[in-house]
């Protein structure tokens, strides 16, 4: 008997989805049946947008091999059933994985097994639930209060910059960060030159790469350990005194490069989902995830890269955040699709689905004659909302510019569009004869 195809036809029964992904924790990304995997994508997408579990006709005619049954049991039983399933399954596949170390290193072995039986147990318990006194919650709470009055409102991980971290009180275990911007306004470099920031401070980073090749990402972490003009470092035109730099840092490299490890997405026959990110997160036991390219992700059994799918990426990521006890920190195209007209609806859906379950949220603006960043901070959920700038000199500085004045960056926004509306093609009805509008990109200034 296929549960998992029963939890399909019973959701479309009960008109039942949100009690399922709620208190189940049953999602599309959870099942292991394809077509089970399929058909819970399109309900999902179906309730985001409808606000309502699709007709059983209109699943039928999307997916005329569903075979649709009546259930019996009640919802409760058959999700129990579906849970019970994917336990066996996982910790199957768990023992499978690991069985090669029983032999060669038993002790990392059980730590392996005993830390994803842990994580098993709490993603299909129900009732995961813990629970505390605000007696017992007093000391915890008046030991935060003390490290960050003597850290100077600092509660987590120090960022490069300072205005960043008195708008969040720095980067904590089990945040979900994400940057984003559109293509070319340097969201890879923030990223790497963050990691280079936190391995310093002896932070376990693993940094994971779909867009670019691991040599790419170990270039330009090697252009800021030795300091060094990135655009020379890649074309063999450094001087002999910048050479020299860069063959000292051979020793700082030595120093915090354990703490780096570079992980590229290679296989494009293979789905890159979140759980292949969990499958590396279990090997490396990393303390952040900095993660280039999660617009890029898969949602499993699903073949296209949909925005509306964004929303489930984006509660997996901040499970995962959860799950591990880490920081993650994620980069994302801003959604720029579509006619100037229509745009708007779509940014406004990417916004909700992104920004949902993310606890810090940032905005590039990069200027290519200025050599800087703006960055704005659309959203921190324990802190406050702002901007600052950066420069922007690969390898060399990427240290915040407090003689710019932050007041400014709202002008240069409305500069960036008044820019970007001379880009308009000039005709007698608003458009040029055999050329669309052009695409405005106010993000170019």
């Given at each position: 008997?296929?549960?998992?195809?029963?939890?399909?036809?019973?959701?479309?029964q009960?008109?039942?989805?949100?009690?399922?992904?709620?208190?189940y924790?049953?999602?599309?990304?959870?099942?292991?049946?394809p077509?089970?995997?399929?058909?819970?994508?399109?309900?999902?997408?179906?309730?985001?947008?409808?606000?309502?579990?699709?007709?059983?006709?209109l699943?039928?005619d999307?997916?005329?091999?569903?075979?649709?049954?009546?259930?019996?049991?009640?919802?409760?039983?058959?999700?129990d059933?579906?849970?019970s399933?994917?336990?066996r399954?996982?910790?199957?596949?768990?023992?499978?994985?690991?069985?090669?170390?029983?032999?060669?290193?038993?002790?990392?072995?059980?730590?392996?097994?005993?830390?994803?039986?842990?994580?098993i147990?709490?993603?299909?318990n129900?009732h995961?639930?813990?629970?505390k006194?605000?007696?017992?919650?007093?000391n915890?709470?008046?030991?935060d209060?003390?490290?960050?009055?003597?850290?100077?409102?600092?509660v987590?991980?120090?960022?490069?910059?300072?205005?960043?971290?008195?708008?969040?009180g720095?980067?904590?275990p089990?945040?979900?960060?994400?940057?984003?911007?559109?293509?070319?306004?340097?969201?890879?470099?923030?990223?790497?030159?963050?990691?280079?920031?936190?391995?310093?401070?002896?932070?376990?980073?693993?940094?994971?790469?779909r867009?670019?090749?691991?040599?790419?990402?170990?270039?330009?972490?090697?252009?800021?350990?030795?300091g060094?003009?990135y655009?020379k470092?890649?074309?063999?035109?450094?001087?002999?005194?910048?050479?020299?730099?860069?063959i000292?840092?051979?020793?700082?490299?030595?120093?915090?490069?354990?703490?780096?490890?570079?992980?590229e997405?290679?296989?494009?026959?293979r789905?890159?989902?979140?759980?292949?990110?969990?499958?590396?997160l279990e090997?490396?036991?990393?303390?952040i995830?900095?993660l280039?390219?999660?617009?890029?992700?898969?949602?499993k059994?699903?073949?296209?890269?949909?925005w509306?799918?964004?929303?489930?990426?984006?509660?997996?990521?901040?499970?995962?955040?959860?799950?591990f006890r880490?920081?993650?920190?994620?980069?994302?195209?801003?959604?720029r699709r579509?006619?100037?007209?229509?745009?708007?609806?779509?940014?406004?859906?990417?916004?909700?689905?992104?920004?949902?379950?993310?606890?810090?949220?940032?905005r590039l603006?990069?200027?290519r004659?200025?050599?800087?960043?703006?960055?704005?901070?659309?959203?921190?959920?324990?802190?406050?909302?702002?901007?600052?700038?950066?420069e922007a000199?690969?390898?060399?500085?990427?240290?915040?510019?407090k003689?710019?004045?932050?007041?400014?960056?709202?002008?240069?926004?409305?500069?960036?569009?008044?820019?970007?509306?001379?880009l308009?093609?000039?005709?007698?009805n608003?458009?040029?004869?055999?050329?669309?509008?052009?695409?405005?990109?106010?993000?170019v200034?």
């Amino acid at each position: 008997m296929n549960w998992q195809r029963l939890l399909i036809c019973k959701i479309l029964q009960d008109k039942e989805l949100r009690r399922v992904k709620v208190q189940y924790r049953l999602t599309p990304n959870t099942l292991s049946d394809p077509l089970a995997i399929r058909i819970f994508s399109e309900i999902d997408a179906h309730y985001r947008k409808y606000g309502e579990v699709p007709s059983v006709e209109l699943i039928k005619d999307k997916f005329p091999d569903f075979d649709y049954q009546e259930v019996g049991d009640s919802l409760d039983v058959v999700c129990d059933k579906v849970q019970s399933e994917l336990m066996r399954r996982e910790v199957a596949n768990l023992f499978s994985r690991y069985e090669h170390l029983l032999q060669n290193d038993p002790r990392k072995f059980v730590k392996l097994c005993k830390n994803q039986v842990e994580r098993i147990h709490q993603v299909f318990n129900t009732h995961s639930f813990e629970d505390k006194t605000l007696e017992e919650l007093y000391n915890p709470v008046m030991e935060d209060y003390w490290q960050s009055k003597h850290s100077q409102g600092l509660v987590g991980i120090p960022y490069p910059w300072s205005s960043l971290n008195q708008a969040t009180g720095g980067l904590e275990p089990e945040q979900f960060v994400l940057i984003y911007a559109n293509s070319a306004m340097m969201k890879t470099w923030i990223l790497v030159y963050c990691c280079y920031f936190w391995a310093q401070a002896g932070q376990k980073c693993l940094f994971i790469t779909r867009e670019m090749s691991k040599e790419q990402i170990s270039r330009r972490l090697l252009s800021f350990v030795a300091g060094v003009d990135y655009r020379k470092l890649r074309t063999g035109t450094l001087n002999e005194e910048e050479e020299k730099k860069l063959i000292e840092a051979n020793e700082k490299v030595k120093e915090i490069g354990q703490n780096i490890i570079i992980s590229e997405a290679v296989d494009e026959d293979r789905e890159f989902t979140l759980d292949v990110i969990r499958m590396k997160l279990e090997e490396v036991c990393p303390t952040i995830l900095l993660l280039d390219g999660m617009h890029l992700l898969r949602i499993k059994g699903s073949r296209d890269r949909d925005w509306t799918n964004f929303m489930t990426i984006s509660q997996d990521m901040k499970q995962i955040a959860k799950e591990f006890r880490l920081s993650v920190i994620a980069t994302s195209q801003a959604n720029r699709r579509g006619s100037a007209a229509s745009r708007s609806a779509d940014d406004i859906a990417f916004t909700y689905d992104f920004f949902r379950d993310t606890d810090v949220v940032l905005r590039l603006l990069y200027s290519r004659d200025r050599h800087m960043i703006a960055v704005l901070i659309k959203k921190s959920r324990e802190g406050e909302e702002g901007a600052f700038v950066i420069e922007a000199k690969p390898g060399i500085s990427m240290q915040e510019d407090k003689t710019f004045p932050i007041v400014e960056v709202d002008d240069w926004v409305k500069q960036i569009a008044r820019e970007a509306e001379k880009l308009r093609v000039p005709s007698s009805n608003g458009v040029e004869e055999g050329k669309e509008e052009e695409d405005i990109d106010i993000d170019v200034w």
